[in-house]
Nanobody
Framework: EVQLVESGGGLVQAGGSLRLTCVVSGARLDDYAINWVRQAPGKEREGVACIMSSDGSTEYADSVKGRFTISDDHAKNTVYLQMNSLKPEDTGVYYC???????????????????WGRGTQVTVSS
C-alpha cells in the first residue's frame, strides 16, 4: 500500500519561495503519477501540479504555471514542489496524492486519487 508523507510547509512573505517534499513509500514511484493538491480555507481541493514518474512528464494548473516546478528523485522515492513568487492566494494545506498506473500526467479530479498524504500548511503573508 502506497503511503505519502509531506513536509516543508511554513510561513513566508509574498514573493518568497518554499520547497515541499513528498516521500513515497510502499510502492515504486514509476508506477504512479504524483500530484500536489491544495485546499484553501473554505474552498475545495484543487490540483496544482502533476508528475508521471515513469517518463518525467509534468502538468500544471494555470494558476501556478511559471512559478511552481514539480520534480522527483527516484533514488529517494521523493517528489518535490518548488514554489517561487508566492502569493497570498497560494495559502492552504498542500497534499500530495497518487494515481496508480496513469496514462498521462494530468491534473486529476479529487475522486480519482488512490492515496493521499496528510498535508502540510503553507501560509503566504501579504
Amino acid at each position: 500500500e502506497v503511503q505519502l508523507v509531506e513536509s516543508g510547509g511554513g510561513l513566508v512573505q509574498a514573493g518568497g519561495s518554499l520547497r515541499l517534499t513528498c516521500v513515497v513509500s510502499g510502492a515504486r514511484l514509476d508506477d504512479y503519477a504524483i500530484n500536489w493538491v491544495r485546499q484553501a480555507p473554505g474552498k475545495e481541493r484543487e490540483g496544482v501540479a502533476c508528475i508521471m514518474s515513469s517518463d518525467g512528464s509534468t502538468e500544471y494548473a494555470d494558476s501556478v504555471k511559471g512559478r511552481f516546478t514539480i520534480s522527483d528523485d527516484h533514488a529517494k522515492n521523493t517528489v518535490y514542489l518548488q514554489m517561487n513568487s508566492l502569493k497570498p492566494e497560494d495559502t492552504g494545506v498542500y497534499y500530495c496524492a497518487a494515481v496508480e498506473h496513469p496514462s498521462a500526467a494530468v491534473i486529476f479530479r479529487n475522486h480519482e486519487y488512490d492515496a493521499w498524504g496528510r498535508g502540510t500548511q503553507v501560509t503566504v503573508s501579504s
